[in-house]
């Protein structure tokens, strides 16, 4: 059975890692302001799935392919820096719109924000690492079925994530409207994002960190 402090612990860690901004966040941020509300929830769960699938990835030990392939850990990080990058000349280019303005949600576009929420928690290897190295901490063996100990565990993460990302979700409609009225604080709020942007995607590629 699995301890009230092992599950609260990982509750921890995860608000903590969900609260710190990375391509998840602006992602879903991105899409529910210049989309609307239902775009944010149908790209949280393309990110919801990405979740599981590194956490079942992990339960069966197929992600520690990123410890002893490194060059694959590298070839993912550096595809993620890639969209990052992407997503940064986009809004600071000339003529660029800003991630906050609001915008029509196409009727057929609800399979592409799914898959593209999927593959940005896919192209971020770091969740995987995170599997390996957050969930063992409190496994315990003779607390029944390791298997079963770690899908609890990351379902407890995964709660979290999804909880805290529905918040920001309903929030960002309501910075929408805010910043539409005040065109000046929108223009600014585009270049700081895209400078943000361009920020991960510079420490997301020179990031020198491995997988251990």
């Known amino acids: 059975m699995i301890s009230f402090a092992a599950l609260l612990g990982v509750a921890a860690v995860a608000l903590g890692m969900v609260l710190t901004p990375g391509p998840n966040m602006m992602y879903l941020v991105s899409r529910s302001i210049t989309q609307g509300r239902r775009a944010g929830v149908v790209s949280l769960g393309g990110v919801a799935i990405g979740f599981l699938v590194y956490l079942t990835a992990a339960n069966l030990g197929l992600s520690v392919i990123f410890v002893h392939v490194p060059e694959a850990y590298v070839a993912v990080k550096l595809a993620g820096a890639g ?12 003529g660029g719109t800003s991630v906050f303005a609001p915008g ?8 592409r924000l799914f898959t593209m ?17 957050l969930i063992p901490q409190f496994v315990r063996p ?17 709660a979290v994530s999804l909880a805290v990302n ?27 994002m895209g400078t ?14 491995r997988p251990a």
């Not at 029509?104 to 399979?111: A, N």
């Not at 979700?169 to 005040?182: M, N, Q, Y």
């Open 166 to 192: 529905l918040a920001i979700i309903s929030a960002a409609g309501t910075i929408a409207v805010f910043l539409a009225r005040r065109p000046g604080w929108l223009r600014m709020q585009r270049y700081v």
């Open 196 to 209: 943000v942007l361009g920020a991960l995607a510079l420490r997301l590629a020179t990031d020198r960190a």
């Open 142 to 158: 003779g607390a029944g079925n390791v298997m079963v100990q770690g899908f609890v565990l990351g379902g407890v993460q995964i």
């Open 104 to 111: 029509e949600l196409p009727v057929d576009s609800g399979r």
């Open 83 to 94: 969209y990052l990058g992407w997503l940064a000349v986009k809004t600071l280019r000339p």
């Open 117 to 133: 929420g999927l593959l940005t928690n896919l192209l971020n290897p770091k969740a995987a690492i995170m599997y390996l190295s």
